[in-house]
Each structure stands twice: as C-alpha cells, then as structure tokens.
C-alpha cells in the first residue's frame, strides 16, 4: 500500500486507526511477518499510540521528501 489518506472533514474520529488496525490483521491474516512502514514527521506520534516506533530517517527518498522510520 502506498498511502493512508483520511479526508479532511473525517479526520479525528479514529478512522485512520481503525484502517490501520485493519490493515495490520489483514496480513496476520496473510501470515505475513511484519508490517514496515515510513511515514513524514509529523506523523511519528500517529504511529507510536498504535505501538510503532520510531527508527530514524528512512533511506527512501519517494517523492524528494524525508521519511521516518516507524517500526
């Protein structure tokens, strides 16, 4: 998956959490090892309350941008 968007006028009631949620039993479901991601900085705390953590700067460079490591 690419992205994890929530439209303005629907974000702050738990729906990117929920699809995140999701997202991570469907690839227990997968017998999937892990779930990586990166994420922009201003998202570090968003990932931490679902028990990620922050590795440092990712060395992807999609889209010029600086990206974190959340694991």
Known sequence: MLGLVV????????????????????????????VTLTCRESLISFYEKYGYRNEGVSESCH?????YKPC
Do not use: T
């Not at 702050?12 to 227990?28: C, H, M, S, T, V």
């Not at 889209?63 to 990206?67: C, D, E, N, Q, T």
């Open 7 to 34: 439209a303005p006028n629907y974000q702050g009631q738990g729906i990117a959490g929920r699809l995140l949620n999701y997202f991570e039993n469907l690839a227990k479901n997968q017998h999937r090892h892990g």
């Open 63 to 67: 889209g010029g941008i600086k990206w």
